[in-house]
């Protein structure tokens, strides 16, 4: 199945935070998506990695994704090796997406500067024919490089490049988030309080897509990082 996006996240749920809103209005505009997480956030202290498999799966459906993976990397300890750039570029490969969109370039979790290196550099090496791998059905894989690389931004801020109007799927991107159960705020909820299970973080979310939302004259919005310049045939086309 060939994707137009292909979203990778370090943990299941950071694709939801960071971009679920964008990825709906591009599923909306008939756009194939997909999610492949690098992780099962074992060592997340809230929930276990079935419960995490569970609701990674009902957050799909509320998306509507074509697609979600998880490369099963050890959470925490990955690094941005040659065993660990194969993996991703096998996805890649797999599903040639035009653009792919990743962690954010650095975090207050390590494992998202990890992640958004390491899909990178994957992301350039997938387009070198000399570097041989091998599909799921066991057949030689075409190199593939995606024509643009972009990163949402997470916990901390980092001044995006580009922001996408989400205000007409804000309420999807929050279904999404709570899908999973074990993580967010739930009053219901008598597991060990984390950082991110308080009705605080709830509010920031909210607080951090209005303030990208307000930049663009929009109630809600998400914001993304580049690595190269956006370029365009047409003024027009930035309005």
Known sequence: MKLDILIFAAHP???ELGCSGTIVAHIAAC???????L???????RGTPETRAAEAKAASEILGLS????????????????????????KIRQYKP????????HD??????KGSKLVSESCF???????????PDGEKQEAWRPKAVYHYIQDRYIKPDVIVD??????????????????FYNPADSSENTYISSPEFMEFLEARAKEFGHAIGVTYGEGFTVERHIGVKNLFDLI
């Open 108 to 113: 207050r979790h390590p494992d998202h500067a």
């Open 166 to 183: 989400i205000t007409p799927f804000w309420e999807k991107k929050l279904e999404s988030i709570r899908a999973f159960k074990s993580q």
């Open 98 to 105: 035009e653009l792919v969109i990743m962690n954010a370039i």
């Open 31 to 37: 756009k194939k998506v997909g999610i492949v997480d």
């Open 13 to 15: 749920d950071d694709a």
């Open 125 to 135: 090496l997938s387009g070198l024919k000399m570097i041989e791998t091998t599909g």
């Open 39 to 45: 992780t099962r956030g074992e060592l997340g202290t």
């Open 67 to 90: 697609v979600r993976d998880n490369l099963d990397l050890a959470d925490g300890f990955f690094v941005n090796d040659k065993v660990h750039q194969l993996k991703v570029v096998e």
